[in-house]
């Protein structure tokens, strides 16, 4: 068993250097094949590149062909800067300043601004401030020796109270001063003369006339009250007489012709319409009276 074992190795051992010598020698005749192109490209690209350098030279030591408007230019520039005296730092073309290859940075405006210092590029960064109101609060600053109070903006042409409360958060003052009040002009009290003190009127008194009952009156009694003529008094009798034949109410009067409320209220405190001297009687109707009348005689007899 051991033998066999032993065989078994040394075959497989000789099969696998076989394997090997054959995969070295494929790599070998590959590498034979390979050498000889590679070496090819090499000599084939150093003599592209040589040919390549020696045009690049030739290129560079040739002059490079002038146009014609160029040349002119170029003439004319020669004749003028013959002509062209020499600063006291070197001829013009050294006097030219350069160009600086960077712009300075805009700087950013912080708020909020001081109103005494602030420029006038500072002041129409403000909301609805305007270049030429800018320049009215720096005239008004130099002209008062600056800003004791903001509220003195108000006294800027342009700006108002809408304005004045846009741009109040973005200004303050170090030193603010309350303004004084304005003194309010003196009123002189007119004087009042003197007058003598008068009595108060006396209480007009009425006439004494006796209480006049409408719906027995007559014309002589009717003349006793105030203002009343002849006319008037004929004109309370036919009224009673003619036409209501009785006063349930004083009231009634001035349905005569030429009585006013004015002569009413003259009137008033001296009419009644019955003995009693009340100034209005229940109204009956004209079939009450007659059944009334009736009642009355019946009980007479």
């Not at 006013?260 to 079939?287: A, C, H, M, N």
Request: charged letters at 25%.
């Amino acid at each position: 068993m051991n033998f066999r074992k032993l065989l078994l190795f040394a075959a497989y051992g000789a099969a696998v250097t076989s394997f090997c010598l054959h995969q070295r020698h494929i790599r070998l005749n590959r590498l034979e094949t390979v050498q000889p192109y590679a070496h090819y490209c090499e000599t084939e690209s150093t003599e592209i590149l040589e040919i390549s350098e020696t045009a690049e030279i030739s290129e560079t030591e040739k002059p490079a062909p002038v146009p014609e408007t160029e040349s002119a230019l170029s003439e004319s520039a020669t004749e003028n800067s013959e002509t062209v005296p020499e600063t006291e730092s070197g001829t013009a073309s050294e006097s030219v300043t350069e160009i600086p290859e960077t712009l300075p940075e805009t700087t950013e405006i912080q708020f909020p601004l001081e109103l005494n210092r602030a420029t006038l590029e500072e002041l129409c960064a403000l909301p609805e401030i305007g270049e030429v109101t800018a320049q009215n609060i720096i005239d008004y600053r130099e002209a008062n020796g600056g800003f004791l109070n903001r509220q003195q903006l108000l006294e800027i042409p342009g700006i108002g109270e809408y304005k004045y409360a846009l741009i109040l958060p973005y200004l303050y003052l170090e030193t603010e001063y309350s303004l004084p009040e304005p003194e309010e002009p003196e009123t002189e009290v007119p004087e009042i003369p003197e007058t003598e003190l008068t009595e108060p009127p006396e209480e007009s008194i009425l006439p004494e006339i006796p209480s006049i009952n409408l719906n027995t009156a007559s014309k002589e009694e009717l003349l006793l009250l105030p203002d009343c003529d002849e006319t008037l008094a004929d004109e309370i009798l036919t009224l009673r007489d003619r036409d209501i034949h009785i006063f349930y109410n004083i009231l009634e009067i001035t349905l005569a012709e030429h009585v006013t409320p004015e002569l009413f209220r003259k009137w008033e405190p001296y009419l009644t319409v019955d003995d009693d001297g009340s100034t209005q009687i229940p109204y009956v109707r004209p079939y009450e009276q007659e059944t009334e009348n009736q009642e009355n005689q019946e009980n007479q007899d």
